[in-house]
């Protein structure tokens, strides 16, 4: 909903309004239909912005169903909009030679977040851990989804995961702020 009015509409009102004579000022008519102008042109360039936000993973929101489209993605409206900039993010950056950069860049747009990756080739395994937000992310299974499409099928991938211990919180958090913090934060929460 619109709310007529806006200082930016004020400001449109007052610019189209230099550009006419100032006879004109004085009637009703001629006032009114300068609003009115003003009141669709404020629209206009609400809509232009809109479109324009689409362009930008970051900004998108309806327009995600065109970059999963573009990027081969499965579109899933359900999913909360950030999870799915995240989904595009990752295929758009998963695409060169697997290292250990590429696959550090592709979790941590999913998670957010900053993660260590670790290679262990006598154990024929990637280790992923996430160091810099507590508990499980959100998305793991789109994160796991991600990464076994670009890592090698013959390494395992490993997922460790960051929580409170005791030593976090004893003598270090008051009441309040444990009250606070959700049990997905402390190692075995729900």
């Known amino acids: 909903m619109r709310i007529l009015g806006t200082d930016i509409e004020r400001d449109i009102e007052r610019n189209m309004f230099s550009y006419i ?15 009115a102008e003003a ?24 327009g995600l169903s065109h970059w ?5 993605i499965p579109i899933d ?12 993010k990752s295929k758009l950056r998963g695409i060169g030679t697997v290292t250990v950069a590429l696959i550090k860049n592709v979790a941590e747009s999913w998670y957010n977040g900053e993660v260590e990756v670790t290679e262990q080739p006598s154990l024929y395994t ?21 990464l076994r499409e670009i890592i090698p ?15 976090d919180v004893h003598n270090v958090m008051t009441l309040s702020q444990l009250e606070a913090t959700t049990l997905d934060k402390f190692a075995g929460g729900a």
């Open 153 to 167: 099928a013959h390494l395992a991938i490993d997922f460790e995961f960051s929580y409170l211990l005791i030593k």
């Open 21 to 35: 004579p100032q006879d004109y000022w004085i009637y009703r008519e001629s006032r009114e239909i300068i609003k």
């Open 39 to 62: 009141s669709e042109l404020e629209s206009l360039n609400a809509a232009i912005g809109d479109v324009l936000a689409q362009f930008f993973i970051d900004t998108a929101t309806w």
């Open 126 to 146: 990637v280790k992923i851990k996430f160091v810099s937000k507590l508990g499980v992310p959100p998305n793991l299974a789109d994160i796991q989804n991600a």
């Open 68 to 72: 999963e489209r573009i990027c081969g």
């Open 77 to 88: 409206e359900s999913k909360p909009v950030e999870q799915r900039r995240s989904v595009i």
